[in-house]
């Protein structure tokens, strides 16, 4: 393997790893501030109860989010010197404003929201809850903001080889880093709700904790409800049009488009070929992606054939894969919230055992999702690290040899194999002995977290 | 612009010692200060609220050292891979363990879980000294500005050295005994009974050590890089460094005797500042010194960023920073006090 290949591969293994956990803690924080409004307005313990519950959860994740989401920032320095050296006057900013703005933010009330619970007031623990929201929301927009730039780079000037920000604003309201983090954000919504909907149903199914079962149900399936709409349209439909417009061999390639068509059909089911230049096995609908992406039915939708070889994404059908995965399982998604929904209208929910076996086993189903949908938007980008600007062969660490990377790799992930086990093991552990003592303070025979 | 940032960055590096430097000697003592299960409890419960807060520091010092002086960083991090890499295993081993040491009780797992902790903790204190050292040592640059330093060492700080020679091993024990002593301080600050009195007893031989290694690694510090007294010869007012040294660790005593557990713990603090901020006094306007023989230095007019960025970066620093030290002030306000072992967490 080449010293290239090894050190995309530890970044893409890092992140993909790391991304698991914020996904949930992005989505639940919004969550636990709908379940402490509902406690606080109402009056109603059982809401401040699940809250408390999926507090819990989100502490475990955060914590797990922070450990892994570390190596993040010292891997650009570690494995992407070359391209850190030119560019980290433009992307360290959003970067260090994630530190400065989000995290002492989300730490600080963290600690509050879990360990304060007797020390403040209940307005006071709902603030700790909202500001908790908040900074994870917040983290996330700087990150696709130093995305964003990679893929689509605004606001920069070159002086002596390197990128300068000419404009902050520019930088920060970049149009792809808006439209990829509502994108994104919904899609951490749909993780939360799904998650939350499924213990939800898990307890229902197990005929326990029936009163937080109906609770947590309710809650999930109507934000995954209005979640899996909006990821569709019209965040997902926006983001599709501006890749397109602004990358149109990447549009090409996740579609598999090999040649440029009049009336382009949108392909179903098949598998890319690159060698031969055709779909093998398709099931396609004509002049449907010409549509999605320019409105009429006609329209010339550019192909791979428009660009040269040398400007394809590497990994064409990977890319392909992810697209039609993502693009997928949010049909899925709309479909199963959807009956889930008028079914909890008709008030049939609750004993409609079917949907709550497929609640429960589809909570893999969003994370599945949203990597695809991450891999789509960066796979997409090669083989460019910042689009049209440095080549992804320009930017890795030359001082450090295929041979180091693949032993920290390896060591990654080992050690990423371990958390992932203790990370079931704990979680598990919360859900099925979570909600079982009636007090909101339970004992202690442990510190902390 | 350059001064201004070099401060800034010496200051979130000095925040993330000050702060997570506690929790790492917590982390140390908990090997062996606290004598049963509920002493142990409280200890983790003194920094359970603040820990991942104070580790925060390191994330915003490192961004904000990646856009200010990317150069720096780039060399930097690609250069000390190996180390960095164990350092981010201990950051995560560290962080974990003490996350499931608090919800596994299952016996023998969790001591294992606990000796990590301490372990993890120990490691990268005496980590953080050594790679202070290294960068006041220097390392082989490139005529690029880059270098790789293997795990390797004959333990000669030479022209081609390794990460550990004797210099960096000296440097790595200041660091883990100021930040056990740290440790120990603010445990005096946070619990109560047989526990606290045990933690205070052992600030005494605690500080006598670091006395010791205090005055040696300044002493080795001339000998391996002697131009590192030229900024306090042409300023000689900045000589009020070493005064503040000294100052301070008679200061940690002087209140450790008379009960005083806060102004001890400050009298730490600032004993840190000033080891931290005499080193960068004396790097300045160097940022990665090369050793003998080697490529240029990297220093501030090569590493920094352009003048806009720059700007823009300042406006949004003061303003987040006074927002970050706001929230951090009213955390530890909150759970100001003795550190309750009988109440519920979250």
Same mark, same amino acid.
């Given at each position: ?176 880093? +808006? *439209? ?6 919904? %899609? ?6 799904? #998650? $939350? /909907?499924?213990?939800? =149903?898990?307890? +229902? *199914? ?6 937080? %079962? ?6 999930? #399936? $109507? /934000?995954?409800?209005? =979640? ?10 926006l983001h599709g049009k501006y890749v397109a417009k602004h990358q149109p061999v990447a549009m090409a390639a996740m579609e598999g488009l090999f040649h440029t068509e ?188 | ?343 519920g967490g979250h």
């Open positions: 393997m080449t010293a290239e290949l090894i050190h995309r591969l530890h970044f893409a293994f890092t992140v993909t790893f790391h991304y698991l956990f914020p996904q949930l803690t992005m989505g639940l924080g919004l969550l636990i501030v709908v379940l402490k409004t509902v406690a606080l307005r109402r009056g109603n313990p059982a809401w401040d109860r699940a809250a408390h519950f999926w507090g819990r959860i989100f502490g475990i994740n955060f914590v797990f989010g922070v450990v892994t989401g570390i190596p993040m920032e010292f891997e650009f320095g570690t494995n992407w010197a070359q391209f850190s050296r030119v560019s980290g006057g433009v992307i360290g900013q959003p970067l260090a404003m994630e530190g400065v703005f989000s995290f002492f933010l989300e730490s600080a009330f963290l600690g509050l929201f879990l360990y304060g619970g007797s020390k403040l007031s209940k307005r006071m623990h709902w603030f700790s809850a909202v500001m908790v929201w908040l900074g994870s929301w917040i983290s996330g927009f700087f990150i696709i903001v130093t995305d964003a730039w990679m893929q689509h780079p605004v606001a920069y000037n070159v002086v002596n080889g390197h990128y300068e920000v000419t404009s902050f604003w520019g930088l920060l309201l970049n149009p792809w880093a +808006l *439209l990829q983090y509502m994108h994104n954000m919904t %899609g951490a919504v749909v993780t939360g709700s799904f #998650v $939350v /909907a499924a213990v939800g =149903a898990f307890y +229902l *199914l197990e005929g326990r904790n029936q009163e937080f %079962g109906k609770i947590f149900l309710k809650v999930g #399936v $109507v /934000a995954g409800l209005i =979640a899996s709409i909006v990821i569709i349209f019209p965040t997902g439909d009049k009336g382009a059909p949108i392909v179903l089911i098949g598998q890319p070929n690159p060698e031969t230049g055709r779909i093998d096995n398709p099931i396609v609908i004509g002049n449907v992606l010409s549509f999605l992406i320019y409105g009429t039915t006609g329209a010339e939708v550019q192909g791979l054939d428009q660009f040269p070889r040398d400007q394809w994404p590497g990994a064409q059908p990977l890319l392909y894969y992810a697209y039609h995965i993502m693009a997928g399982l949010g049909t899925w998604f709309l479909l199963l919230m959807f009956v889930s929904a008028f079914l909890l209208w008709r008030g049939k929910l609750y004993s409609a055992r079917w949907v709550q076996w497929a609640v429960l086993l589809s909570f893999p189903l969003p994370y599945i999702a949203n990597t695809a949908g991450w891999m789509t938007a960066e796979l997409g980008r090669q083989p460019w690290l910042i689009y049209g600007l440095m080549r992804t062969s320009e930017g890795f660490s030359h001082m450090v040899s295929a041979g180091n990377g693949l032993f920290t790799l390896l060591g990654f992930m080992g050690l990423y194999a371990l958390l992932g086990l203790l990370f079931t093991v704990l979680v598990y552990r919360e859900i099925s002995h979570g909600l079982g003592a009636a007090t909101t303070t339970e004992p202690v025979h442990t510190a902390g977290m | 612009m350059g001064f201004i940032w070099f401060w800034l960055v010496a200051v979130m590096i000095v925040g993330y010692v000050v702060l997570d430097g506690f929790d790492l000697g917590v982390g140390v003592l908990h090997l062996f200060l606290p004598q049963n299960e509920a002493e142990r409890q409280v200890s983790l419960r003194s920094i359970g609220p603040v820990w991942d807060g104070n580790e925060v520091w390191l994330l915003a010092g490192g961004g904000t050292l990646y856009f200010a002086f990317p150069l720096l960083y780039a060399s930097a991090f690609s250069g000390f891979y190996l180390p960095l890499m164990i350092v981010l295993w201990l950051l995560i081993g560290r962080g974990i363990s003490l996350e499931l040491s608090n919800h596994l009780d299952i016996g023998v797992w969790h001591t294992l879980l606990d000796r990590l902790f301490g372990i993890a903790s120990a490691l990268l204190a005496i980590f953080y000294g050594a790679a202070l050292a290294n960068v006041i040592r220097g390392v082989p640059l490139q005529a690029d500005g880059f270098f790789f330093l293997p795990l390797w060492t004959n333990w000669m700080p030479g022209a081609n050295p390794g990460i550990l020679d004797w210099y960096t091993v000296i440097g790595g024990l200041v660091a883990l005994v100021a930040l056990t002593l740290h440790g120990a301080l603010w445990l005096t600050i946070k619990v109560s009974g047989e526990l606290e009195a045990r933690a205070r007893r052992i600030v005494r031989p605690l500080w006598m050590v670091l006395a010791a290694l205090t005055v040696v690694s300044l002493i080795a510090t001339m000998a391996v890089r002697p131009q590192t007294l030229d900024n306090y010869y042409r300023y000689p007012v900045t000589f009020i460094v070493p005064v503040g040294v000294i100052a301070s660790l008679v200061g940690i005593l002087f209140f450790n005797r008379k009960a005083q557990p806060v102004r001890a713990f400050l009298s730490s603090s600032v004993y840190l500042f000033f080891m931290l901020a005499g080193a960068c006094w004396g790097l300045y306007p160097t940022l990665l010194p090369a050793t003998a023989g080697s490529g240029p230095d990297i220093t501030l007019d090569r590493a920094i960023s352009g003048p806009h960025t720059l700007a823009v970066g300042l406006a949004w620093w003061i303003f987040g920073m006074t927002l970050a030290v706001g929230y951090v002030v009213f955390v530890y306000s909150r759970f100001r006090g003795k550190a309750d072992a009988t109440e």
